[in-house]
C-alpha cells in the first residue's frame, strides 16, 4: 500500500485534510501532514516534509500533493535529502489538494498501485461539483 503526504501552508489545513482523507480511506491508508513553517505560522517547511514522507514512506511508494506552488519548492527540498533509492518512489501529484488527497486515499485503500492513485487523483480537477 502506497502513503500519503499532504502538504500545506497552513499546519491546520493540512490536518484538516489528512483528517479528511484519514476517515474516507478508513484508516486503512499511512497519511501525513506538512503544513506551516510551524504550528503558528504560514509556509512550507521542508524539515516536516522531509519527516512526513519518511514517516508514511513504502516501497510501492508516496504520493505528495500540495496546496500552491512554492509548496513544491519545500518539497523538492525535501526529496533532495532521500537517499536516490527511495527518491524514485516519490510522486509528487497535480492533482488538487482537498479532493485530490480523498481520491487518493479511497484508491489507495482498495490497494491500486502509485500510478493509478495518482490518475484518480488528479482527474478529480474535473470534478463536477454544481450539477
Known amino acids: 500500500m502506497i502513503g500519503i503526504v499532504i502538504v500545506a501552508h497552513s499546519a491546520k489545513l493540512a490536518e484538516g485534510v489528512k483528517e479528511m482523507a484519514d476517515q474516507m480511506?478508513?484508516?486503512?491508508?499511512?497519511?501525513?501532514?506538512?503544513?506551516g513553517v510551524d504550528d503558528h505560522t504560514l509556509g512550507t517547511n521542508a524539515d516536516r516534509i522531509y519527516e512526513a514522507i519518511q514517516q508514511v514512506y513504502r516501497d510501492e511508494g508516496?504520493?505528495?500533493?500540495?496546496?500552491?506552488?512554492?509548496?513544491?519548492?519545500?518539497?523538492?527540498?525535501?526529496?533532495?535529502?532521500?537517499?536516490?533509492?527511495?527518491?524514485?518512489?516519490?510522486l509528487l501529484s497535480e492533482?488538487?489538494?482537498?479532493?485530490?488527497?480523498?481520491?487518493?486515499?479511497?484508491?489507495?485503500s482498495l490497494g491500486h498501485d502509485l500510478a493509478t492513485v495518482n490518475a484518480a487523483a488528479?482527474?478529480?480537477?474535473?470534478?463536477?461539483?454544481?450539477?
Open 25 to 35: 480511506a478508513k484508516g486503512l491508508v499511512p497519511i501525513a501532514a506538512a503544513g
Open 95 to 108: 492533482a488538487p489538494l482537498v479532493e485530490g488527497a480523498i481520491v487518493a486515499a479511497v484508491e489507495a
Open 62 to 90: 508516496v504520493l505528495v500533493l500540495f496546496d500552491l506552488g512554492s509548496a513544491l519548492f519545500s518539497t523538492q527540498i525535501a526529496l533532495e535529502r532521500l537517499d536516490p533509492e527511495r527518491q524514485a518512489h516519490v
Open 122 to 131: 488528479v482527474a478529480a480537477k474535473d470534478m463536477q461539483k454544481i450539477l
